[in-house]
């Protein structure tokens, strides 16, 4: 390589790393429409807080509310089966059937409160989707 | 740095999917779930006098798991329905399997705690059905 060569390619990286800058600094030109991403942002921060607090604000204590029950349900159901088994109400077999569907309806419902959370960042995406279309129309279509 | 949140926070939620709430599949669960409750109130008797209703609640619950198993974004759904079915596990399937293994009918007390587990467990297949959007 010679030395314009090498001078040409350092001045292409300086060029290149001075637009990058320039950028990521404050604004973004596609097809001709300058979008001010910071200003951008910044007109979406609080209603993206809002979409936060409405849709996590009560998830987590409705999660543990609802496991908290179903623990307690099964502990329950177990006390009951026992207290059955002792009676001569359930064979030892018929018992550890029971016991061992009830792991199986744990596991379903373990399924569900996955699912759920599933919906939930979905109902997030969603609204943040919309939010930023409609932000962005906002500038585009004043 | 914000930017970058919100490029993660998008990439990240872009990722989730699940299946749209479907009413076929809530009809699905909900009338194979009315069909065991009966089914299991009458399994004080031995299994050879209810051999057709066994048969054919075996096959609805089978319809029901293929169904939610042709959907897309589905998987969850599809395992909550392979566990009931599923003849190794103690839900619906290993009920009916025990049944007629056994050749004979079930104390009230044992068909009382078998009715909690199943139909608690269509419950949470209903719920996960009711709670997509």
């Known amino acids: 390589m010679t030395l314009d060569e090498k001078a040409c390619r350092d001045l292409k990286a300086l060029a290149d790393a001075v637009e990058r800058t320039e950028w990521e600094r404050s ?72 016991v061992g569907g009830l792991t199986y309806r744990m596991a379903l419902h373990a399924i569900t409160q996955a699912g759920t959370a599933l919906v939930t960042l979905q109902r997030i995406r969603n609204a943040v989707i919309d939010l930023l279309i409609s932000s962005v129309l906002k500038i585009l279509v004043p | 740095m ?11 939620a872009s990722c989730v999917s699940i299946a749209p709430q479907d009413p076929v599949a809530i009809k699905h669960a909900t009338d194979v779930r009315v069909e065991a409750e009966m089914l299991i ?3 004080i008797d031995p299994p050879e006098k209810h051999a057709q209703a066994i048969v054919f609640l075996r096959l609805r619950a089978k319809q029901a798991h293929e ?31 025990l049944w007629e293994s056994k050749k004979q009918g079930f104390s009230p007390a044992f068909l009382s705690g ?10 949470e297949i209903i719920k996960l059905e009711k709670a997509k959007l």
Not at chain 1, 56 to 66: F, I, N, T
Not at chain 1, 69 to 82: Q, S
Not at chain 2, 114 to 123: A, E, R, S, T
Request: glycine share 10%; proline share 0%.
């Open chain 1, 27 to 98: 604004s973004e030109v596609h097809m001709g429409v300058s979008i001010d991403i910071e200003g951008l942002i910044d007109s979406m921060k609080a209603q993206l807080r809002e979409i936060a607090r409405r849709e996590l604000g009560g998830y987590v204590s409705r999660l543990l509310g609802d496991v908290k029950v179903f623990i307690a349900e099964a502990i329950g159901d177990v006390r009951v089966w026992a207290g059955q088994m002792v009676g001569g109400q359930l064979s030892q077999a018929e018992f550890s059937f029971l």
């Open chain 2, 2 to 12: 914000r930017r970058h949140f919100v490029y993660v926070f998008l990439l990240l």
């Open chain 2, 41 to 43: 109130d009458r399994a």
């Open chain 2, 67 to 97: 169904y939610a198993k042709a959907k897309n974004d589905n998987a969850l759904s599809t395992k909550q329905w392979a566990i009931m079915i599923d003849e190794r596990r103690n839900l619906l399937g290993g009920f009916l399997a």
């Open chain 2, 114 to 123: 078998v009715k909690k587990n199943i139909l608690g467990g269509f419950d």
